[in-house]
């Protein structure tokens, strides 16, 4: 049985009864629970990046270590998603839940108050495992308490909204805080979050496990796990030193390598982390893809844009970061949509029309120029295309976990968290090497302005190859309200 019992009935592949047409009020309770903790995980992958400069100056970071404060935490939110969503699967959701939170609040306690480098990137370590651990549960305990079609969709819509806000929230409120308090306030804003999730989930949120507990595929998990470090590693690598760094290339290598082992020792094992036969299904294998290509090219226009505002036109990092609050907005409003654009036009057609809206939104910031005037056209743009990426989040997150039996919401939410996670990590360094690599040296505004807008442009393209994969291969499905007969 799913995670909240009364509620759930029906909700698996499997299920049998008539769903419920509208939430109940547990379910109201298990989603402002849920929506918060995913809320709180949002805005800790982007709070930290306006107070990177003052936090490497206040504790002594090397200007070419700085970026490990953001890499370790990436390493391991990425590197340990997929591994983390099967043991929810296993031990129990909830637990996993639990404890997940419970290391996040006491690592941003402990990075508050850290003295040292070491000392900030063990917290950072620390908040990564925990983000890999709360986020495919979280997600998980999320689809196992909706019933698959219009609830499950508003919810997922509303996770949705609310993930990419508190992205861009984060970005904002780590230069408010930064400059009226302290960088140290970055982390201590999760403690009391963290801690009244921990009070309130286990009375509202019930325990999720199987009922026969099968081994953990080792062999499997640590090829994944080695083998999504080593791939993010080698994208860090590649944005800081080029795609022709060594290091960047051997890792990149050494993590496709692996991750093909993965595969093979996956279709042989008797408990596999991944079933084959998911990766096999056309909406888990097409929903990730269009996924990652939505992380990847929404997460890097915003350090597209944030390069432009800086250095074309000259804003503050504060003043940049407020900008995007017209981002913020249109993602909301698309996560608040997507549910009633699925139940209406289906999963894929959702992902096309999201998808072309981003694409034309992103097309229109090619024509950017350097006086302050252009500032309008950047807010319209960003707004259209957060509504658009949204839809196709949403989409995404429908699409690879609908059609499971709730045993396996962990798995399919795993490797969704997994493809955000790789696909925020991709983005940034991907577009920085191609606007750094065309501004060959060059300096000033006008060089940043025509590596931005190369950039612009392949992202345009990459978001409409997301647009053609999902017209062609992915199988259109619309969700119905009507109870069995």
Not at 54 to 66: D, H, I, K
Not at 254 to 262: D, K, N, R
Not at 456 to 471: F, P
Request: proline share 4%.
């Amino acid at each position: 049985m799913s995670v909240v019992d009364e509620v759930s009935v029906g909700s698996g592949a499997g299920g049998g009864g008539v769903a419920p047409s509208r939430m109940t009020g547990r379910m109201r309770l298990v989603l402002v629970v849920l929506l918060v903790a995913q809320f709180m995980l949002a805005v800790d992958f982007s709070i930290l990046n306006v107070a990177l400069p003052v936090m490497g100056e206040g504790l002594g970071f090397s200007l070419a270590n700085l970026q490990w404060i953001a890499t370790s935490f990436a390493l391991c939110a990425a590197g340990f998603t997929l591994l983390f969503g099967r043991i929810a699967d296993l031990f129990g959701r909830r637990r996993l839940f639990l404890l997940g939170l419970a290391v996040l609040g006491v690592s941003s306690l402990v990075g508050g108050l850290a003295t040292s480098p070491e000392m900030l990137l063990i917290a950072r370590v620390a908040q990564g495992l925990a983000t890999a651990a709360v986020t495919p549960a979280g997600l998980s305990l999320l689809t196992t308490s909706f019933p698959e079609g219009p609830l499950r969709d508003k919810a997922l819509g509303l996770n949705g909204a609310l993930m990419s806000a508190g992205f861009t929230t984060g970005a904002i409120l780590g230069g408010v805080l930064t400059d009226l308090l302290s960088w140290r306030w970055s982390f201590f804003i999760n403690v009391p979050v963290a801690l009244a999730v921990l009070l309130i989930a286990p009375a509202v949120i019930k325990e999720s496990r199987p009922e026969s507990r099968p081994k953990l595929d080792m062999p499997g998990a640590i090829a994944a796990t080695v083998g999504l470090l080593a791939l993010v590693f080698g994208l860090t690598q590649a944005g800081e030193h080029g795609w022709g760094s060594p290091t960047a290339l051997l890792s990149l290598a050494v993590g496709v390598l692996l991750l093909i082992a993965f595969y093979a020792i996956e279709k042989r094992a008797a408990s596999p982390l991944v079933p084959v036969t998911i990766l096999k299904r056309r909406t888990v294998a097409w929903g990730n893809i269009a996924g990652a290509i939505a992380f990847i090219t929404e997460t890097s226009l915003v350090f597209l844009m944030t390069l432009y505002l800086q250095q074309v036109l000259g804003y503050s990092a504060l003043a940049a970061g407020l900008s995007f609050a017209v981002l913020g907005i249109g993602t909301v409003i698309g996560g608040s949509l997507a549910a009633k654009v699925i139940g209406k036009l289906g999963t894929k057609s959702t992902l096309v029309l999201g998808g072309l809206l981003q694409a034309v939104a992103t097309f229109a910031l090619y024509f950017l120029g350097d006086e302050r005037s252009f500032i309008w056209l950047l807010l319209a743009a960003t707004f259209a295309g957060g509504i658009g990426n949204m839809l196709v989040i949403v989409g995404f997150m429908v699409t690879a976990t609908s059609g499971l039996p709730d045993h396996e919401q962990g798995m399919a939410t795993g490797l969704a968290t997994m493809t955000q996670q790789i696909g925020i990590t991709m983005g940034t360094p991907i577009m920085s090497a191609i606007a750094t690599g065309h501004m060959a040296g060059r300096t000033g505004p006008t060089a940043v302005l025509d590596g931005v807008s190369l950039a612009v442009l392949i992202n345009t393209a990459i978001v409409l190859i997301g647009v053609a994969t999902t017209a062609l291969f992915l199988h259109n499905k619309q969700h119905t309200n009507r109870p069995s007969r």
